[in-house]
């Protein structure tokens, strides 16, 4: 019998995502995006789609290994089933890596165009594509990386955090060509990571000046974010209610003694229709009165229409008198959590939405207090980067972001959905108030520092102060155009490639 090893370039594919992965919490090591790529784009150009597509699991099936905690502890998945379901996602995502090398290796072959031109372009653009084909997925986009990186990330109020996935990529080519670069073709390289390097430093001389920048401080709210640390096995029973309801009673209380202007609980605190009349709806209104300001809490609600009920995930909003100023409804959905699409192609999944309810998507309506405009994301919701820029762009000059991350578990899935929410608030220079179920509940800055923050898994109450309002933003001007026009760009070039498969363009773009 004969031991046949990986071949090398399977092993570098490999290592390229894995090490890719290192950038993302946890360990954070932010540095490691800027030549992560580095293994796969010296793999050479055979069998690029099934090299790329090796990189991408080696990426996603650590980045996402937590989905196994969510489906089966949670879910009361099987595991084997709950490993399938595991693996088909992360097969699925790593596509549009495989998607982007062998794309940019085609465009080399057929049209000359160099990897550090044509990659960008194309990873960019199919980053968008994931954040919106099939209901959209775009957790670890590879600019999220650079949260920590607070001066790079200040030019996130430029493009997005799809500007910043196009200049790590660039980077990762650049560097590739010279790594790749032989004798009598220096020249090309170097002129294409200069440019590169003056991307760079351009980037990082704005951030630097951003940061210099007193942001226009108006009047500061007091907020007080309140962490119950509800156990999910328990949050449901109805027995545990009452408990529930003491948890925040008394954390609420500890908030207004502080001055707190507003109180927000996590997503689905109450646990009940808080709509229904009833004892426990009052015990909430009487929390409200008990308050000098206002008081903000995720429930589930129903609509009754024309004989059928909808459900919402929703958060509400009463004033100190416990009058209710508004609800704002969870508008981008978690399939395969809150839903099941196709249930008749994933049967055995349906159970993953016991206990939560088939919900309905609502719309970006920003809740109105006092003067002020709140949007509420719900959850997930803050790794939309459309969603967040509606809710600014229709008014809002504070976002709140409410969420049980007690699915996840002690995993590195709360450190990341907290690392791209934090995203949010320099695409849009806007304050965002964090209170989340089991932790991180956080107040985040519109530089996207993480100004204060609590543990994980321990009731806790944060009080802090946040300034309304919203600063100037390119990106919420234009939106995606950039990796928009990376999608029409790419999509033009392979109607190019795919006219004239035997030529290459002649000049200074005829190789790297």
Known sequence: MVLRFPRRDTLCALASGLVSAFAFPRPSWFVFAWFGLLPLLLTGERRPFRNGWLAGCGFFALVLYWLNIVMTTYGRLEP?????????????LSLYWGLAWWGSCKLRERLGLPHV?????????????????????????????QQPFTTLLQSADLFGVYGLSFLLVL??????????????????????????????????????????????????????????NIDQAVKWDPAFRQWTLRTYRELTARAAAAGAD?????????????????????????????????????SPAYLRQEGKVRYLNSAYLLNADG????????????????????????????????????????????????????????????????????????????????????????????????????????????WIARAANTGISALISPLGEIRQQTPLFKPALLVGKVYPGAGASLYRRIGDLLPQGCLLVAVLLGFAARLRPCRRFRGQLSGE
């Open 262 to 298: 507003l109180v927000i609980w996590p997503e689905s605190a109450v646990p009940f229709y808080f709509q229904e009349p009833g004892q426990e709806q009052r015990e909430v209104l009487q929390v409200a009165g008990r308050l000098k300001g206002f008081l903000l809490f995720g």
């Open 323 to 430: 009058r209710q100023l508004g609800r704002s409804d969870k508008v981008h959905l978690v399939p395969f959590g809150e839903y099941v699409p196709l249930k008749w192609l994933f049967p055995f999944i349906d159970k993953l939405v016991v206990g939560i309810g088939d919900f309905s998507p609502g719309r970006v309506e920003p809740l109105v207090m006092n003067g002020h405009r709140l949007g509420v994301l719900v959850c997930y919701e803050a790794i939309f980067p459309e969603l967040a820029r509606d809710y600014v762009n229709s008014g809002s000059d504070l976002l709140v972001n409410i969420t049980n991350d007690a699915w996840f578990g002690r995993s590195s899935a709360p450190w990341q959905l907290l690392e791209m929410s934090a995203v949010r608030a320099v695409e849009n220079r806007i």
């Open 171 to 228: 980077a990762n080519a650049s560097l590739a060509g010279l790594v790749r670069a032989g004798k009598g073709e220096r020249r090309k390289p170097l002129f294409a990571a200069g440019l590169t390097a003056v991307l760079v430093i351009a980037a990082l001389c704005y951030g630097g000046w951003r940061l210099d920048q007193r942001p226009v401080a108006g009047k500061p709210l007091t907020i007080g974010l309140a962490q119950g």
């Open 117 to 145: 031109f044509s990659l960008p372009l194309l990873w960019t653009g199919l980053e968008y594509l994931r954040g919106h084909l099939l209901s959209g997925f775009p957790w670890a986009l590879l600019g999220y990386s």
């Open 80 to 92: 084997l089933l709950s490993l399938a379901a595991y693996l088909l996602l992360v097969t699925y």
